[in-house]
């Protein structure tokens, strides 16, 4: 199975603040790495997918980048809806992998 | 737009089976762009892939539930299920079922979830 690695496991930041959060890939993956967004209780919510594709709706303060093992989520400008728990998941074999989420908390 | 929705015993007592169906509106489960998958969620940790269902009757599983877990669809009532059998207190999580866009390697959409406690 393909373990994917996401640091930090959390991170306090303030409104305004640019936020980046790594995914790294076990092997190489290509760009198949998805985004999610959890506000728990609440089902997981895809924000970006095939490691830069933007969903629509979703802002465009948020973008991801990257390649092979190495991806990055960036939000810009976090707003009070952005504190969150944001996952990244590898599509590129079965199982399908998550990483251990980070947790984006309040400063 | 496609809804999913979850449904099933909230309880379960160990060793016995989970049995968990997932109601499909606004899409067809016999879309062949489209691969059903169940996904688990222990209080307060990560996401676990369980597996899919595709082509009507093609299935997946993540290696550590092959043995135990079984994924099946009935095109009748749109619905597709997941079956757990020998649970444990482990099994104990919130279960969603999702929509994975298959050849386009995203899920875009989950069900609200549904929590199933594992105790006798």
């Known amino acids: 199975d393909i373990q994917m690695t996401q640091s930090p496991s959390s991170l306090a930041a303030s409104i305004g603040d640019r936020v980046t959060i790594t995914c790294r890939a076990s092997?190489?993956?290509?760009?198949?790495l998805n985004w999610f967004q959890q506000k728990p209780p609440k089902a997981p919510k895809l924000l970006i997918s095939v490691a830069s594709t933007l969903q629509s709706g979703v802002p465009s303060r948020f973008s991801g980048s990257g390649s092979g093992t190495d991806f990055t989520l960036t939000i810009n400008n976090l707003q009070p809806e952005d504190f969150a728990i944001y996952y990244c998941q590898q599509s590129y074999s079965i199982p399908r992998t998550f990483g251990q989420g980070t947790k984006v908390e309040v400063k | 737009q496609v809804q999913l929705m979850e449904s099933g015993p909230e309880l379960v007592k160990p060793s016995e089976t989970l049995s968990l169906t997932c109601s499909v509106s606004?899409?067809?489960?016999?879309?062949?762009?489209?691969?059903w998958s169940w996904i688990r969620q222990p209080p307060g940790k990560g996401l676990e892939w369980i597996g899919y269902i595709y082509d009507s009757g093609t299935t997946r599983y993540k290696s550590s539930f092959k043995s135990r877990a079984s994924i099946s669809v009935d095109m009748s009532k749109n619905q597709f299920s997941l079956t757990l059998t020998s649970v444990t207190a482990a099994d104990t999580a919130v279960y969603y079922c999702?929509?994975?866009?298959?050849?386009?390697?995203?899920?875009?959409?989950w069900g609200p979830g549904m929590l199933v406690t594992v105790s006798s």
């Open positions: 606004g899409d067809s489960v016999s879309s062949d762009k489209y691969y």
């Open positions: 999702a929509r994975d866009r298959g050849y386009e390697f995203y899920i875009d959409s």
């Open positions: 092997q190489g993956i290509s760009t198949y």
